[in-house]
C-alpha cells in the first residue's frame, strides 16, 4: 500500500514538472510586445535574445522528457537511466533559468558600465510575461530537484529498508 | 518502482575509487582556474569619449567582473564547487575504510548532484552575458564591448572554456557517484546482498 502512494506521489510530481515546464515554455512564447513613440516603433519578441530561445528550447526539451517519462511501465530496467537523465535535465533546467534570469536582470536594471540601458521602461507588458515564464521555469526547476532525489531513492534503498 | 532492489553495503571498488578520485581532481582543478581567471579579469583602458572641436576628451574606462551580477554569481560558484571538490577528495584520500558507514556515500552523491546543477548555472549564464558582450543586441540597443576591451573578452573566454570543462567533469563526477552507491555482486569489494521483493 506504501508502495502505491509513492508511486502515484512520483506520478502526481512528474505531471506537475510536466506542467510547470510547458508553462514556462508557452508564456515565453507567446511574449511579444510593440511600443511606439515618436513614429519609431520597437517590437520586443523573446527570440531578440539568444538566452531567451535556449530557455525555450530546454524547456521543451524538458516537457516532452517528462511526458515521456509519465508512461514508463514500472518494471522496466530503464528505471535506472531515469535517475542520470534527470540529473541531466535538472541541470539543463538550471542553466536556462539561470541565463534567462541574468540576461532579464540587465534588461530590468542596465548595466552602467557597458552603457547598456534597461528596456523594461519601454516595453513593461514583455517584461512582465518573462518574468512570469521565469517564475513557472524555477516551479519546475524546484519539482525535477524533488524528482531527482526520488528517482535516486526509488532505484537505489540507501536507507536500507528493504530486508533481505 | 523496478522489481529488484539492491542494498547499500560498502562502496564501490578499488577501480571506481581510483575513476573518482582522479575525475575529482580534474574537476577541482578546471573550476579553480575559472574562478580564478574570472576574478582576476580587469582592464583598463583609456578611450576618445567625445571630441570638442579638435580636442579629443579622453576618459579611463575600466572593465571589471564585478559589473556584471552574472559573472560575480559565476566566481562565487565556481569558487564554492571547487572547495567541494577539494573537501571530498581529502575525505576520500583519509577515510577510506569508513566509506560505508551510515549516510556517507548517499550524502556525497546529493552533494555531488546539488554541486554539477550550480556550476552548470553558473557557466551558462556567464557565457550568454559573454555573448551579449561580444556580438552586442540591436533590438535592445545594445553595443559591443569585446571590440575595445580585447584583454578583458580572452581573459573571459578561458574562464568559460575552464568552466565548462569543469561541468562535464562534474557530470561524470556525479555519475560515478551514484553508481558507487549499489553494488553489483560481480564487483563487490565488500559483503553485499541483492534483494528481489
Avoid at chain 1, 511574449?31 to 519609431?40: G, K, L, T, Y
Avoid at chain 2, 569508513?98 to 552523491?109: D, N, P, Q, T, W
Wanted: glycine share 6%; charged share 15%.
Amino acid at each position: 500500500m506504501v508502495n502505491l502512494t509513492k508511486r502515484i506521489g512520483a506520478l502526481v510530481l512528474r505531471l506537475a514538472a510536466f506542467g510547470a515546464a510547458l508553462a514556462a515554455l508557452i508564456v515565453m512564447v507567446t511574449s511579444h510586445e510593440r511600443a511606439s513613440f515618436f513614429a519609431v516603433s520597437l517590437e520586443a519578441k523573446y527570440t531578440d535574445m539568444a538566452a531567451f530561445k535556449y530557455f525555450v528550447i530546454a524547456n521543451a526539451v524538458v516537457s516532452v522528457y517528462s511526458f515521456l517519462v509519465l508512461f514508463l511501465p514500472k518494471e522496466s530496467l530503464l528505471w535506472k537511466f531515469v535517475v542520470v537523465l534527470d540529473l541531466v535535465m535538472t541541470m539543463l533546467l538550471t542553466s536556462s533559468l539561470s541565463a534567462a534570469l541574468a540576461v532579464a536582470q540587465v534588461g530590468k536594471k542596465g548595466n552602467a558600465n557597458a552603457g547598456w540601458l534597461p528596456i523594461c521602461g519601454q516595453v513593461p507588458k514583455f517584461c512582465d510575461q518573462v518574468t512570469g515564464a521565469l517564475i513557472a521555469g524555477f516551479v519546475a526547476l524546484v519539482l525535477y530537484v524533488l524528482l531527482l532525489l526520488y528517482s535516486l531513492h526509488s532505484v537505489v534503498d540507501p536507507f536500507l529498508l528493504q530486508k533481505s | 518502482m523496478p522489481g529488484e532492489k539492491i542494498l547499500l553495503a560498502g562502496g564501490g571498488t578499488s577501480k571506481s575509487w581510483k575513476l573518482l578520485l582522479a575525475l575529482r581532481i580534474l574537476a577541482f582543478i578546471a573550476t579553480l582556474a575559472a574562478a580564478i581567471v574570472m576574478g582576476l579579469n580587469k582592464e583598463t583602458k583609456t578611450l576618445v569619449v567625445a571630441t570638442i572641436g579638435t580636442i579629443p576628451i579622453k576618459a579611463t574606462l575600466t572593465a571589471k567582473f564585478q559589473d556584471t551580477p552574472a559573472f560575480v554569481f559565476f566566481v562565487i560558484a565556481n569558487a564554492m564547487v571547487s572547495f567541494h571538490n577539494l573537501l571530498m577528495i581529502a575525505l576520500q584520500i583519509f577515510s577510506r575504510k569508513l566509506e560505508h558507514k551510515g549516510f556517507r556515500l548517499l550524502s556525497v552523491a546529493i552533494l555531488d548532484m546539488l554541486n554539477s546543477t550550480l556550476v552548470a548555472a553558473a557557466a551558462n549564464a556567464a557565457v550568454f552575458i559573454a555573448e551579449l558582450g561580444k556580438n552586442g543586441n540591436k533590438h535592445a540597443k545594445w553595443n559591443k564591448v569585446c571590440d575595445r576591451f580585447t584583454t578583458y573578452c580572452d581573459h573571459g573566454r578561458g574562464a568559460l572554456i575552464a568552466a565548462f570543462a569543469g561541468v562535464i567533469l562534474m557530470l561524470l563526477v556525479s555519475s560515478v557517484s551514484i553508481s558507487r552507491l549499489s553494488i553489483n555482486s560481480k564487483k563487490s569489494s565488500t559483503a553485499a546482498a541483492v534483494a528481489s521483493p
